[in-house]
């Protein structure tokens, strides 16, 4: 994630990481015999590669004309950069800055963790090779410490309400907020949701600037995208870049554990962004940044504002989320994958189509097990909506009412049936898979 800046010293944990609490699960192709050794989270590695051009450049100066060739070749005509920018307001940044940063704060986060004494030291394995293992050796007692964090947040109605991201408030034992104007007070964590990293601070200031929220349906790769936020204790630092994508699953990035389709962006996130709003041309609210992938450059997300504020709604009303559970692991079905699995003698199970989603694991007493659902199903619809891979499933199951029936189509070793599903309350953490 792109985590708040810790001080003295900075504890830079802006990899997003995988957890595995989340209910439904999609995972990368793996062989088959991987499937059968448990849930593993493969994490995103990017590998780039820089091309170097000066050898080029040198040989063609070598072939360069003479002056007098030059001399005879017409210059292109390049048009006045003043004529191309006409009508065009380069200011716009600066304007949206000017809107938006009043209603963008900081928060500090103080969390008390447990220090282990001294003692602990020589339980290091380079400490064991001079003094030997002390583990009978008494322990001193846990010192308590104090840890700051920071990161960002928006004002997003007039009862003091902040938005930003889970993983900058959870777990802290007292919140402030330091406005634009330079005022800090105290805030109270009204909830949070790890699931989708949000969470909602609130403030007992009013007559605050409010942020103004757009439509993160409507956004298209191409488009601006204006990032706000105190990255490394730099209050209100402005980056800016374009959408470079949309609808990136947790799986994709790497947090196999988060229900959410990302906003990429190429606009500057770093530590300390997290929180802060991703806004559009007009200054609206089209995201929440809250994760960047380290070692990778231009690489940023956003959860979309929709996602966002449907959280935030229902942590204001009751302070918690319940996200509905069914209880399975997925992979998204390929060719290679089809022929490994029919080709194995120790599958118990066959596929017959080339492409879908497989359920690769069903957790013990939960309702897919309950329903009948198996290790090797291939998921065809959702309360009859047709689904073709693991993000669209996960989308069709979080629309399911807990407590309700939902009707999975599924097809078994070529056949199609029919299961009745009841979903649950998804629990802190997954039982044991069968």
């Not at 949701?193 to 949000?198: L, W």
């Not at 600037?209 to 409507?218: A, C, D, T, V």
């Not at 992979?331 to 029919?342: F, G, R, Y």
Request: glycine content about 10%; hydrophobic content about 40%; proline content about 6%.
């Amino acid at each position: 994630m792109s985590e708040p800046q810790k001080n003295s010293p900075i504890d830079d944990r802006s990899e997003v990481t995988a957890q595995n609490d989340n209910s439904i699960t999609a995972q990368p192709h793996t062989p088959l015999k991987t499937l059968r050794q448990g849930s593993k989270y493969i994490s995103l590695l990017l590998l780039s590669t820089i091309a170097s051009c000066s050898f080029g450049y040198l040989a063609a100066k070598e072939q360069l004309p003479t002056s007098i060739e030059l001399s005879a070749i017409a210059s292109p005509k390049i048009a006045d950069s003043s004529s191309i920018l006409a009508g065009v307001n380069t200011n716009f940044i600066s304007q949206v800055v000017d809107k938006v940063g009043p209603a963008v704060v900081r928060i500090n986060a103080s969390t008390t963790v447990a220090r282990s004494g001294a003692g602990d030291d020589f339980e290091d394995p380079f400490f064991r090779r001079f003094f030997g293992n002390r583990t009978g050796q008494p322990q001193q007692p846990a010192e308590r410490q104090i840890r700051q964090g920071t990161g960002s947040g928006f004002i997003i109605n007039n009862n003091g309400q902040i938005l930003t991201n889970a993983h900058v408030v959870a777990g802290a034992t007292k919140v402030t907020v330091t406005l634009r104007d330079g005022r800090t007070v105290d805030g109270k964590v009204r909830g949070i949701d790890r699931v989708t990293d949000v969470a909602v601070v609130e403030i007992a200031e009013r007559n605050l600037p409010i942020i103004q929220l757009g439509n993160s349906e409507q956004i298209k790769p191409g488009q601006w995208a204006i990032a706000i936020g105190n990255p490394l204790g730099l209050d209100n630092t402005v980056t800016a870049g374009i959408i470079s994508g949309t609808g990136r699953t947790g799986a994709e990035i790497g947090a196999a554990d988060k229900r959410v389709n990302y906003i990429q962006t190429d606009a500057a996130i770093n530590p300390g962004n997290s929180g802060g709003p991703l806004l559009n041309a007009g200054g609206q609210v089209i995201g929440m940044n809250t994760a960047i992938l380290r070692g990778a450059q231009g690489l940023g997300f956003a959860i979309p504002i929709n996602t966002a504020v449907r959280i935030a709604n229902q942590l204001i009303a009751t302070g918690k989320v319940d996200h509905p559970f069914l209880g399975i692991q997925m992979i998204d079905l390929t060719p290679a994958l089809k022929q490994e699995i029919n080709s194995d003698p120790n599958a118990n199970f066959k596929i017959d189509v080339d492409k879908g989603t497989l359920i690769a694991r069903v957790v013990r007493n939960s309702p897919a097990a309950t329903a009948g659902m198996r290790s090797g199903d291939i998921i065809k619809s959702v309360n009859g909506k047709t689904v073709e891979n693991s993000n669209q499933v996960q989308q069709a199951v979080d629309t399911i009412k807990i407590g309700t029936n939902a009707q999975i189509l599924v097809r078994r070793n070529g056949q199609d049936l029919t299961l009745n599903v009841t979903p649950v309350a998804a629990p802190p953490m997954t039982a044991a898979p069968e």
